[in-house]
């Protein structure tokens, strides 16, 4: 590295003694304090000035070289013997300098090995020790994993002062701690991402019920009067309204009822998974159709006890609802629901369908007994009297007629629309046939007109099925309606009495066969 200030043949002969043995000294204690610059070619000791010096000190390096070749040049014999700056002192603070600069370089050398060897062996416990460094960027936030590369420094020192017994070292306490806390993490998002899964596989599944629920369901609104019409198939109805036997009781206990047993049947078209995003509604729009049912009863005297099976029509609006859906130990969001850009995620109510059914007096417990009517006044009402033979009108108003019948001593109302119902029915076979009385009622019903008359209780005269049809066929009507062959209405036939005893007897076998 000196060989810059070499000097050529022949120059140590011509500089002068005292110059010489100065600049052989200076030499000697570069060599003494810098050894590593033995044997470096002029291109090698330039490549280490340019390296470990900055600018400044290589451009002071520089000069102070050029001063000092300058002053050799002037202390070499040039043949008059005479040397004027041999004895120079200003040469001493360049020569000091360029000393202090080359040692300088070799300090900065052995430090830059120094820290390569460290940084190698470094390099090398890092790949010993494999610290999870993506792991930790990954799953720590930023102040947990500077904590963690702390921890991990100290461990790799503890490696290169104890090699593998490092783990016995209180300094890598901490980094196990680390590197169990990042597995830890690894997992839960292994864990997590099989949940996540899994609650794709889920929401897809969901998804399709919704479907499969909705095309169970009705989309479109209707008048529940027209469902209950098109849907019902009872002879009863007939479009009469009822609603007068219903008190506001009887109606609280079927809405009630109602509301029990159509959310029990929309149960049944959810799976266990979609019954957790359904709202069941707290209430229903709905209908009540009373149709009547006919039932002999012997109170005071022979009665008919009326009541009604009810039938409702019912609706409600059936929306899902997000919730919360643990699966694995991992909360998800649900259901997914199709928007115009794919599948998102549900955050409010919305409506789905129209739950529409019709429940059935077995399901609503729906039979409320209304009232008994004496037989005598029923059968005059069915032929459309206003007073039937053996009843007086003890009250009238707009809507309701109270009725006295002999025997009874309980007053019977009957409301308008009722007594109007009853007319258009007009017989006892024509609540049979429209199964508002059994065929069994209609035959007791039947013989106890027979025995209200034997008693002398003068059963109605106007029968709508007595004015039509030959005398055979009206006496047998008659027979139908209890009347008996000595009965006024069959002599009013003008039939001879053995002739109408001859049908009575037909008639009489024909109902022992029925």
């Not at 899994?198 to 969901?206: G, K, N, V």
């Not at 506001?248 to 049944?268: F, G, P, S, Y």
């Not at 076979?429 to 039947?446: H, N």
Request: net charge neutral; hydrophobic share 35%; proline share 5%.
């Amino acid at each position: 590295m000196i060989e810059i200030l070499t000097l050529g043949p022949g120059e140590e002969e011509r500089l002068h003694p005292y110059v010489l043995k100065g600049y052989r000294d200076w030499h000697e204690r570069i060599m003494r304090a810098a050894p590593q610059l033995r044997g470096l070619s002029t291109e090698q000791t330039g490549a280490c000035l340019r390296t470990y010096l900055d600018e400044n000190e290589l451009a002071e390096f520089t000069k102070c070289v050029d001063d000092i070749v300058r002053w050799l040049s002037e202390c070499m014999d040039t043949g008059d013997t005479y040397f004027p700056k041999a004895y120079a002192l200003w040469v001493v603070s360049p020569m000091l300098r360029v000393e202090s600069l080359l040692v300088t370089v070799c300090r900065r050398a052995e430090a830059e090995q120094r820290r390569k060897e460290y940084e190698d062996q470094w390099c090398a416990a890092h790949v010993y020790l494999d610290p999870p460094t993506d792991d930790a960027k990954k799953y720590l936030d930023d102040k947990d994993e500077r904590e963690f590369k702390l921890a991990m420094a100290r461990a790799i020192q503890a490696y290169l002062e104890k090699g593998s017994a490092y783990g016995t070292d209180l300094r890598t306490l901490d980094y196990v701690q680390w590197l169990e806390k990042i597995e830890e993490l690894k997992k839960e998002e292994a864990r997590k991402m099989q949940a996540s899964r899994a609650a794709a596989e889920y929401s897809e599944r969901l998804s399709q019920e919704i479907k499969d629920l909705a095309s169970r369901l009705d989309r479109e609104r209707i008048a529940l009067a027209d469902y209950f019409e098109a849907k019902i198939q009872d002879r009863r109805y007939t479009n009469c309204s009822f609603h007068y036997a219903l008190s506001k009781e009887d109606e609280a206990n079927l809405d009630a009822t109602l509301i029990r047993v159509a959310n029990r049947r929309l149960e049944q078209l959810l799976s266990s998974d979609l019954r957790h995003f359904v709202n069941l509604p707290p209430r229903y729009y709905r209908l009540y159709y009373p149709l009547p049912v006919a039932n002999y009863r012997l109170e005071k005297g022979p009665c008919i006890g009326i009541g009604f099976e009810v039938f409702a029509a019912a609706c409600a609006e059936i929306s899902l609802r997000p919730e919360k859906k643990n699966i694995n130990g991992y909360e998800f969001a649900l259901p997914l629901i199709e928007d115009g850009n794919g599948l998102v995620q549900l955050d409010r109510s919305k409506f789905l369908a129209y739950h529409r059914l019709i429940l059935t007096p077995e399901e609503l417990g729906g039979y409320v007994f209304w009232t008994s009517i004496p037989l005598i006044l029923l059968t005059g009402l069915l032929t459309g009297e206003t007073r039937p033979d053996g009843c007086m009108i003890s009250a009238a108003s707009d809507s309701v007629t109270t009725y006295r019948v002999q025997g009874f001593e309980k007053e019977v109302d009957v409301p308008d629309q009722f007594a109007e119902y009853l007319k258009s029915i007009g017989s006892i076979d024509e609540m049979i046939a429209l199964g508002i009385m059994p065929e069994k009622v209609g035959r007791i019903i039947k013989a106890a007109l027979g025995e209200v008359g034997a008693r002398g209780v003068a059963p109605p005269t106007k029968a709508r099925a007595g004015r039509t049809g030959s005398m055979k066929e009206r006496a047998l009507r008659f027979f139908d309606q209890g009347r008996r062959p000595s009965d006024p209405e069959l002599r009013a036939l003008g039939i001879k009495p053995n002739t109408a005893y001859r049908y009575y007897q037909q008639w009489k076998r024909r109902f022992d066969r029925s």
